[in-house]
């Protein structure tokens, strides 16, 4: 039985604080110097598209593949895989440090080709990452802590924009070459090229594999030559970012070109791989990162070092996304069936760029609108300026971000015509 005085406690009415006390208590907070962060764009465009009334607003910000009802999409593929880890009633044991091993060695087989040398020889080390960003993120890690000459890696101008945030949050210091001619909407070319002769040598590199985002704008396979060789050139690194294999061109091959001449010509890459897009596997979180070495030896050596940055970050990755992956990349039924789901993704893009273009010159429009088509995966720069960009949410109730990037993915054959007409009310 409860004592009286632990009764008479236990029933006893809260302390109240008067609210002068209340507010002292508040000063005496540990998080009243922490300032406030600037707003998320994306969200931004987020909470602007939902209160917005307009019965056909379109939301054209989102970073991720939308069906041709503008609905999300789980590739059916994803579904016959989840299906049969189901049925396998498996464990939910840890997966080692550096992940499910099925899922990576078919991850390093995709990227760099089953020919590869270097993959045929055992020289690359692979670990399973969060995502692309866990990829670039440990890349940027191991890079901080191993890289010989000096720690400053050079992002285009424009690049993805959480590059710059991800490298500094490593520990390195970013430094910017050019990409985008604005007067062209396309590649800057000669400009990119001066700039990774001018780097100091042997200098960091993130390059793009494919389907450059924000612009769409990829450098052709002969300009990728010509970069290598300014590459080779000046001793340089190159770390490639291919958070788009397939959804680009829709064969997977295709756009594993730069990567894979890189190889060819000599260079020893790192490279952030993910499988958000191109198996819509955004929420799960699968992603590799991996590093071509010159030898065995040197690959257990870099191995190691992975795993001693892994460790305390977060022990080891998710298995449930990997799994899924995995048996897609190495059940040869299943990778068919992928590779057509991926392409049909990416037709469909390519698709509503077709369809834009010929709206918008329909309408008679002036501009030249080649670049939509010419520019490759799911987003486009449109060219729109800040102030046009403002003017087509307010007024035609459609969002994306103020640099002009438009997400393709968010364009359906239901929206393409009020698009394109929304568009040429403003720009003309
Ligand atoms: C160029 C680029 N790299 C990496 C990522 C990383 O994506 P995730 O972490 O979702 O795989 C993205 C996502 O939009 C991207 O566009």
Known sequence: MLSKTVLQRATAAPTRLSLTQQQCARAASFWTQVPQGPPDAILGI?????????????????????????????????????????QENMDKEYAGIT???????????????KDSAPLKEGRIAITQTISGTGALRIGGAFLQRFYPNAKAIYIPTPSWANHKAVFLDSGLEVKQYKYYNKDTIGLDFDGMLADIKAMPKGSMVLLHACAHNPTGIDPTEE??????????????????DMAYQGFASGDTDKDAFALRYFLKEGHQPCLAQSFAKNMGL????????????S?????????????????????????????????????????????????????RIITMRALLKENLEKLGSKRDWSHITSQIGM??????????????????????????????????????????????????
Request: glycine share 8%.
């Open 46 to 86: 987020t909470e602007a598209f939902k209160k917005d009334s307009h019965p056909q607003k379109i939301n054209l910000g989102v970073g991720a593949y939308r069906d041709d009802m503008g609905k999300p999409y789980v590739l059916p593929s994803v579904r016959t895989a989840e299906q049969k880890i189901v």
């Open 99 to 113: 992940g499910v091993p099925d899922f990576t060695k078919a991850a390093a087989v995709l990227a760099y080709g």
């Open 223 to 240: 300009q990728w030559k010509a970069i290598s060789d300014a590459m080779k050139e000046g001793g340089h690194f190159p770390f490639f």
């Open 282 to 293: 955004y929420g799960e979180r699968v992603g590799a990162f991996s590093i071509v070495t």
């Open 295 to 347: 030898s065995p030896e040197e690959k257990a050596k870099v191995d190691s070092q992975i795993k001693i940055l892994v460790r305390p970050l977060y022990s080891n990755p998710p298995v449930h996304g990997a799994r899924i992956a995995s048996k897609i990349l190495n059940d040869p039924a299943l990778n068919k069936q992928w590779l057509g789901e991926v392409k049909e993704m990416a037709d």
């Open 379 to 428: 987003f486009a720069y449109t060219g729109l300026g800040k102030q046009e960009m403002e003017r087509l949410a307010q007024e035609c109730s459609v969002y994306a971000t103020k640099d002009g990037r438009i997400s393709v993915a968010g364009i359906t054959s239901g929206n393409v015509e009020r698009l394109a007409q929304s568009i040429f009310k403003i720009v003309g």
